[in-house]
């Protein structure tokens, strides 16, 4: 609750610094449109907006889920293999350290206009957070642990299952934290490289048409998306790391009166 009202506190902030440049500099409409055009935009094209909506949705989700489920297998293998980690993790920083904006067109020449090329983009921005974080996460269990480990007699693989996986997660968590809201990126990137539908399909139309109020409607969605997809990855933190209690810092400062010391 407390996050939600920072939240609600920085997009109000936020609004009322935009209505007060627009209201004090006065730019073109077609620069800087005040938020009351925004608004009419949403209501005018909502039914574009919507249907852009659900396709970029339907893209981030499988990305989601295919960055996660390949970040976590490269992680995985990197450490359960050392040799195939020697080989496979240059390779992982190299594709790493390339531009998404240049392989964006390398993959829709590869996968299509269709939604397979932004499925792959969007993965390829969550894969690498996430592979890094929980390779991290999995070089760094305590030695200790595993030399009590080794004592039990139980094999590199069961106690790769059984300690340090475990004591990973909060590391994988971190590293969802990082891609989850990065995903509406990947998936507007391939849009705007080749595209029949989506959100970044219609920046592209309302762009070269001048309309920058549907251009900021459709920027308001994709940063809502974001925030949801933040919002689901803290939802489900709890679950994947029951055992790694966390606690959430205020959003604003506690006060303190200067009458009371506190204890």
Partial sequence: MRAFRAVAFG??????????????????????????????AFAAQAGRLAGGTIVTVSEIALGLVLGVMAGAATAL??????????????????????????????????????????????ALIIFFPVASAFADGLRRTDPDLLDATAMTEASHFQALWHVRIPLAMPALVSGLRVAAPLAPLGAVIGEWVGASGGLGFLMIQANARMQTDLVFAALAILAALSLALRAFVDGIAPRLAPWA???????????????RTPS
């Fill in 11 to 40: 997009l109000l902030a936020g609004l009322l610094a935009w209505a007060a440049i627009v209201l004090l500099i006065n730019p073109p409409r077609y620069m800087l449109p005040p938020p009351i055009d925004v608004a009419r």
């Fill in 77 to 122: 293998a990197t450490v359960a293999f050392p040799r195939v980690g020697a080989v496979l993790w240059p390779q992982v920083l190299i594709l790493q350290a390339m531009p998404v904006f240049a392989l964006a067109p390398l993959l829709v020449l590869w996968f299509g206009f269709g939604l397979a090329s932004k499925v792959v983009m969007a």
């Fill in 245 to 259: 209690t966390e606690e959430a810092p205020s959003p604003f400062p506690t006060r303190i009166s200067p009458w």
